[in-house]
């Protein structure tokens, strides 16, 4: 059970900032439960893939959406039409979920300066309307394709309409799509991938506007030295720890206006100073449960 005392102390943090940092990771959009599907994006859950994708479990050799993430046992037409289907339904068609509305009514409160970094792809927040002037996808993101050499570091596409295109032609019961609608790079023909860090091929240039606007806003918060600046920072664990969770735990340690709430069911612990300080606190219960608290507590 929740500590009632440290989650009234991180809504008093909340109230009081004038700048508030949401840090997302994995696990935030593991508790984004879909209504229509009743499980959550959890990318390690074998009963969601059974559920989300139940012919995968029959033509492939997949156990769980993580599977997918350097897999090279499947046909192009077997990749394609999975990940077709895969990112129309996370990352165009998931839809408004209560946490990520939770998380949205924390920031809408009162006026503060806000922003959001996250290692998602899947594009939650904007599909439950955050402001993307304030927000950074450090990983890349599935809305986007590029060229897998990549020719140019323009090589950068939009890729609903490739999706669109191909989404009527894939075969539900192989869930293969013909090999006609696997993208080929405009430029140069090449193959193409989503526009995500899956390589030294990803185009991180195509993220700098959101990359300089969130160096922005960190020097705007740190500078106010008599304001609070907190962290929320929600499911981030050990896979890549060097993008989010160790710099947020640099933060709340050198600098004294930072707090640091840490919500994580299986890794909640946080820097030992800034503990005996006061000044960051870990909760390992479910993420959608604390959310929800924090708000009730922060609007009341």
Same mark, same amino acid.
């Given at each position: !059970? ?18 508030? =940092?949401?840090?997302?990771?994995a696990g935030l959009s593991a508790s984004a439960v879909?209504? /229509? ?18 012919? !995968? ?6 156990? %769980? ?7 090279? @046992?499947?046909?192009?037409?077997? !990749? ?6 895969? +990112?129309?339904? %996370? ?7 209560? +946490?990520?509305?939770? =998380?949205? /009514? ?29 927000? &950074?996808?450090?990983?890349? @993101?599935?809305?986007? =394709?590029?060229?897998?050499?990549? %020719?140019? /570091? ?12 191909? =989404? ?21 023909? *090449? ?35 008599? @304001? &609070?600046?907190?962290?929320?920072? +929600?499911?981030? *664990?050990f896979n890549t720890p060097s993008v989010l969770r ?18 994580? !069911? ?5 820097? +030992? ?13 479910d993420a959608a449960q604390i959310i929800r608290q ?7």
């Amino acid at each position: !059970m929740t500590d009632s005392t440290e989650l009234s102390t991180a809504a008093n943090w909340i109230r009081q900032s004038s700048s508030i =940092l949401i840090a997302a990771g994995a696990g935030l959009s593991a508790s984004a439960v879909n209504p /229509q599907y009743g499980v959550g994006l959890d990318y390690t859950s074998v009963a969601a893939f059974r559920q989300l994708y139940p012919r !995968m479990t029959q033509v492939s050799t997949m156990r %769980c959406m993580y599977d997918a993430i350097g897999k090279h @046992d499947w046909t192009p037409e077997l !990749m394609w039409g999975y990940l077709f289907t895969h +990112v129309d339904k %996370c990352r165009f068609n998931w839809g408004s979920t209560s +946490v990520y509305q939770d =998380l949205k /009514q924390i920031l809408s409160n009162k006026p503060i300066d806000s922003f959001v970094i996250t290692t998602n792809a899947d594009g939650m927040f904007e599909q439950n309307k955050f402001d993307m002037t304030r927000f &950074l996808s450090t990983q890349g @993101d599935y809305s986007l =394709l590029q060229c897998l050499k990549p %020719c140019s /570091q323009q090589s950068v596409y939009e890729a609903r309409p490739y999706i669109e295109r191909a =989404l009527p032609h894939i075969n539900p019961q192989t869930m293969e799509v013909p090999s006609k609608y696997i993208p080929q790079c405009p430029r140069c023909g *090449g193959s193409m991938f989503y526009c995500v860090r899956g390589g030294e091929w990803f185009i991180e240039s195509a993220f700098d506007n959101q990359r300089h606007r969130y160096r922005d806003f960190l020097h705007r918060a740190i500078d106010k030295k008599n @304001d &609070l600046f907190t962290i929320i920072e +929600v499911g981030v *664990g050990f896979n890549t720890p060097s993008v989010l969770r160790w710099p947020m735990d640099k933060l709340v340690s050198e600098f004294k206006n930072v707090r640091l709430i840490r919500i994580n !069911m299986h890794a909640p612990d946080v820097p +030992v100073h800034a503990r005996k300080e006061k000044r960051t606190i870990g909760f390992d219960g479910d993420a959608a449960q604390i959310i929800r608290q924090l708000r009730d507590m922060v609007i009341a």
